[in-house]
């Protein structure tokens, strides 16, 4: 009896050190001035990044699931070296003020390094809903110019508004509004609707993004 419960105990505490190795290694928790978390709610969690130039970050964990990098500005590469399974490294190609990654895949582990003289600054959007049965693979890049993008978890499209333009959304599906370059984000629920304004003499460029599914279980 007194085995029994010695190998109950053990397994329990190994399951716990496993859970908190894995909190201790989300970067919002230990790297605080690289990742904060910007928005979250039961469909999506809003992290912006910052790289300084030249940085090396410490090793830290990223969740498997669907994820959407929204780039706020120009930057060269960024060194990825990942932590078990193939120990790789991938290097991130140079990327454009509001280009965009889409990808989903396996739980993360890896360090970052900037080797660029400019700092990368960028969002980390994770969804947490369902992916609807979509490619476990998934990794399309969207410059600029790539206007819509869409598949049974999202649809991204892009707005531009001139001066003193205005417009209004109505969101059949919840929606989140990212504006260009500043990263400030706006949530609409579902059948709610929202109104935006240009009163900048640039023109104001603008990603919605619509969750077409529900929050996973």
């Known amino acids: 009896m007194v085995d029994v419960m010695t190998r109950t105990l053990f397994a329990i505490a190994l399951v716990a050190m496993a859970a908190g190795n894995t909190t201790a290694q989300d970067p919002t928790k230990t790297i605080p001035d690289s990742y904060k978390v910007a928005f979250e709610n039961d469909y999506v969690r809003v992290v912006r990044v910052h790289y300084p130039a030249g940085a090396k970050l410490p090793e830290h964990t990223h969740a498997a699931g669907t994820t959407v990098y929204v780039y ?3 930057s060269d590469g960024v060194i990825f070296r990942h932590v078990g399974g193939s120990n790789s490294s991938v290097t991130r190609p140079a990327v454009k003020s509001g280009g ?3 990808a989903t895949g396996r739980e993360e ?7 660029s003289k400019t700092a990368s600054d960028f969002l980390r959007i ?3 809903t369902d992916d609807a049965g979509g ?9 600029p110019d790539d206007r819509t993008f869409e598949n049974k978890q999202m649809r991204i499209t892009r707005l531009r ?3 003193h333009d205005s417009v ?3 969101a059949k599906e919840p929606a989140l509004l990212i504006e260009l370059p500043s990263g400030d ?3 609409i629920d579902a059948s709610k609707s929202t109104t935006l304004e240009n009163h900048d003499a640039r023109d104001l460029h603008v990603i919605r993004i619509d969750f077409l599914t529900r929050p996973g279980n």
């Open 72 to 74: 706020l500005n120009d």
């Open 100 to 102: 965009m990654r889409v």
């Open 109 to 115: 582990h890896h360090t970052a390094e900037n080797t």
């Open 126 to 128: 994770f969804f947490k």
């Open 135 to 143: 490619p476990r693979n998934l990794r399309q890049r969207l410059s």
């Open 161 to 163: 508004l001139e001066q």
């Open 168 to 170: 209004s959304i109505d």
């Open 185 to 187: 984000h706006r949530w």
